[in-house]
Every structure is written in C-alpha cells, then in structure tokens.
C-alpha cells in the first residue's frame, strides 16, 4: 500500500481539481460557448497538475522513493504521468474554443508551447522511427537533452493561460492551479539549473578496474572525502567520470559490492555506447561523481521463503545481498542464476562459497544454450509445489521479468509478492 501512496495522491490531485472547479465554478458571463472553454479549462489545469507532478518526479526526490517503491518506479510514474498530460494537451485544444481573428499574446503562447510540445515528445517517442529518431541523436543522452526543453514549453503554457484573451473568472480554481505551475516551474529549475548546488554530489576516484569476463567491467570506486549514504544492500546510483568526454554521462548502475565495504564496486556490462566504452578506456585514477544510492529493491523485507531469478547482468543487486550475508541469512532462498553460456556466468566462486556459509541459501546457475531456458515449472518443483507463501525477486531482462511475474500470477502468487528492478529509465 505504502508503495503505491505516490500514485495515488496524484490520481488524488486530479480528482481534487476537478471538484474544485464543481465547487468554485467561474462566473457565467453569458459569453458563447462558456460551457466548452469551462470544460477545456478544467482539461488544460488537469495537464498543468500532471506536468508539475511529471516535473517534480524528475527532481529525483530520494524522500519520495517509499512511496512509490523507488526510483526505478518513481520514473515509470514520471512517464505514465508525462503521456497522460500529453494527449491531455489534444482534448484540451480540441474543447476549448478557439479564435482566429484577433489574436493576443496568449493565442501565439498557446501556438508555441503547442509546437514545442508536440515536436519534443513525438520525437522522443519516435525511436524507432529512423527519421525522428535521427532529430535527437539517436542516442539516450540526445532523447535526454532534448526532453529539457520540455519545461520551457510548460512555463509558456502556463504563461498562455495568464494571457488568453476574456479569460474565465474563477479565481479559487485558478490560484489553485497557481501553485502547481509553481511546484512544476520550481522543479524544472531544480534539476536543470540550481539542483547542482543542493544534491549531494559526491566526489570519488577509481581505484582499480578489473574485466571478471570478456564483457563485463568491475569498477571499484573509493570516496574522497565522505561516501554517499548507503542504506541497504541492492541499492543503485548514477555515475560519471568527468575526466572523459565520453564518459562524463550519468548513468544509473547498482552497488554490486556490501553496503559495509569501504568502497563501492560496479559490475558493468558493455551493452551499448557508455558501457563499451568503458569497458575500453576506463582506467584507475580517473576522477568520478557519484549520486545515490537509490532503490527499494530489498529481500530482508520480505517474507521467510524466497526464490531470486537473476538474469545475465541482472546479477548485480543479488550479489550486493549475497557479499552483504556473512553467514547469517535470516530467510530460505532459492537462488536462479541464468546465463546463456559458462563464460558468461561472474563470480560464481562467490556464488557458491556463500552457498555454502549459508546453509539457507540454495543456488542453482543455468546455462541456457546447453541446459535450456528456466522453467517455472522447475522453480515450483524446488520449492515444494506451491508459491503461494514466497516472495519473488526479478532482475534482468524486461522480457524475461514479464514472462516470469505473468507465469507467477497464474499459479497464484499474489502481485505485491513479486519485486523486480527495473533497468530500463527511458
Ligand atoms: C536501476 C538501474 C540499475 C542498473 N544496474 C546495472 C548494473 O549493475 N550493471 C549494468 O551493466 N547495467 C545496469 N543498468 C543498466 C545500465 O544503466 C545501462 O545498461 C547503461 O546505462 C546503458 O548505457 P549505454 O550507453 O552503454 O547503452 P545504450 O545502448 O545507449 O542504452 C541502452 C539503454 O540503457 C538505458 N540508458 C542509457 N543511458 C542511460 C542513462 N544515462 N541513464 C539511464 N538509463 C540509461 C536506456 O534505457 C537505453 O535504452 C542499470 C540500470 C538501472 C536503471
């Protein structure tokens, strides 16, 4: 329940504002189409209240994260929330009545923000279409400058609703309104421009660099004055390395090591441009700033029987658990670690020596290309026939979680029994 707080006070709020503009509805001034333009100004304040919400979720509020079940979800909120108020921003231009003949400040307002909108989020939606996708780079971090300018657009629109000509009087409704333009303003500058100076932004350096296997890359990360706060095992952060022009991206990975150690390790697999790169380049020495940790994803809270599937990479947030155990595992977990061949498979000497100081603790690494893909069937069968009582935690690909939570919940496992993290931020 409490992971879902989050998403319901902003279903909350839009709710709020429709019953605010019922309860304080504006003076009917016996002005043509006054019904529409009362309708479209409720649509158009319901769009401001999910921008300002998609805006303040953005500023990456580390208080936030038990409401929503971390960050990973706060961003699936972020987008949900961002392409509702977009297709709001239609029904809004198509009920609202529009003039053509002497426009003011607040018609060409409209037409801007429009435009703006409209071009930034069909191209950041577009990566899959070759040409839109080329407008942005093509790459992640293009689809994420251009979704800067998204908040421009936003404080234009709003600018707009002050200037439109013969607007509506309903003053509650619209001072209400008022103050989500300046919650989604506040946050905008947050993180573009003042946010540097507050975040905790912690300065590091790599201590050494290691290649566990053909593909991967361990980063070990010492702090050079005071480590970020680490609170649980499994948790992530986002890193750059300033020194390098290539390098010098934030870019979200989980902390692979302990949350006792004195350094942080990152397990990394060079899976596109960043992450290949510095599979190639990163060297020790090199500066680093880090921002963290995130993350919700914790097996001590969940029940006494366990199953962890994790897929390829997705390795990283279980032997964050397993290097943070010591022998003292409090729960009985089957473990399921599956990669496509042997060589691809990281610390399983790790893997299997925890097994054997926890006696709770029992694993089993697949190697699919030569023993087949994990079945459900095989999870239920080690686990003595029936889930109904397990927590189950998924990291790896989205596929895979999808097939693995769908198969679950038709033998019964109830939803808030499975946890996942989700990898993916776009
Ligand atoms: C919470 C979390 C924990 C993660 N932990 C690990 C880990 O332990 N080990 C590991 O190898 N990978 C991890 N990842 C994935 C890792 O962040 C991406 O693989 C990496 O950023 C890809 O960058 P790229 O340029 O090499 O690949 P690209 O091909 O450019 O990107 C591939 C995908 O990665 C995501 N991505 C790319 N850049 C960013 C960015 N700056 N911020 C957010 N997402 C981005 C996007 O979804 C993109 O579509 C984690 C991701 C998340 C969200």
Redesign the pocket.
């Known amino acids: 329940m409490k992971h879902n707080l989050g998403n319901y006070a902003i279903i909350a709020l839009v709710i709020l504002n429709i019953i605010i503009w019922l309860v304080f509805p504006p003076v009917n001034d016996g002005r043509p189409n006054f019904v529409r333009q009362y309708v479209g100004e409720v649509i158009g304040s319901t769009n401001i209240i999910l921008m300002a919400c998609a805006l303040f979720l953005s500023t990456r509020p580390k208080w936030a994260e038990p409401y929503f079940g971390?960050?990973?979800r706060m961003?699936i909120t972020h987008r949900r929330t961002a392409t509702v108020a977009f297709l709001l921003i239609f029904v809004h231009v198509l009920t609202v009545p529009i003039t053509t003949t002497n426009l003011s400040l607040g018609n060409y307002l409209a037409i801007i923000a429009f435009v703006g909108i409209v071009s930034i989020v069909l191209i950041t939606l577009a990566?899959r279409i070759p040409f839109l996708s080329k407008l942005s780079g093509g790459?992640?971090?293009g689809w994420?400058n251009l979704k800067r300018f998204i908040g421009i657009f936003f404080i234009i629109a709003f600018i707009h609703a002050l200037t439109i000509p013969d607007p509506l009087d309903a003053l509650v409704a619209i001072s209400w309104v008022q103050i989500f333009f300046i919650i989604g303003t506040v946050s905008y500058l947050y993180t573009e421009l003042f946010g540097r100076f507050f975040k905790k932004f912690m300065p590091y350096t790599v201590d050494a660099v290691k290649h566990p296997n053909a593909s991967?890359t361990e980063v070990t990360l010492r702090a050079k004055k005071n480590p970020i706060k680490k609170q649980r095992a499994g948790q992530?952060l986002?890193v750059r390395f300033p020194g390098d022009k290539t390098l010098n991206?934030?870019?979200?990975?989980?902390?692979?090591s302990a949350p006792a150690e004195d350094v942080l390790r990152?397990?990394?697999?060079?899976?596109?441009?960043?992450?290949?790169?510095?599979f190639g380049h990163l060297q020790a020495g090199t500066n680093a700033v880090i921002e963290g940790a995130?993350?919700m994803f914790d097996y001590k809270t969940g029940s006494a029987k366990q199953i962890w599937i994790a897929g390829g990479?997705?390795?990283?947030?279980f032997l964050s658990f397993i290097r943070d155990m010591d022998g003292n595992l409090k729960h009985d977990v089957n473990f399921y670690y599956t990669v496509r061949h042997p060589e691809e498979a990281l610390f399983r000497d790790e893997i299997e020596a925890a097994a054997q100081k926890n006696p709770r603790l029992k694993t089993h690494v697949r190697y699919s290309a030569t023993d087949g893909s994990l079945t459900v069937e095989e999870i239920v069968k080690n686990a003595g026939g029936d889930l109904r009582n397990y927590d189950i935690y998924l990291c790896g690909p989205l596929p895979m979680i999808q097939a693995f939570t769908r198969k679950f919940q038709e033998l019964g496992v109830p939803g808030k029994n499975i946890h996942y993290?989700?990898?993916?931020?776009?």
Do not use: M, W
């Open positions: 971390g960050l990973d961003y990566p790459t992640y971090e994420k991967s992530f986002f991206e934030s870019h979200p990975f989980t902390i692979s990152l397990t990394i697999k060079a899976s596109g441009d960043f992450t290949r790169y510095l995130y993350g990479i997705g390795l990283t947030p993290e989700e990898f993916n931020f776009r």
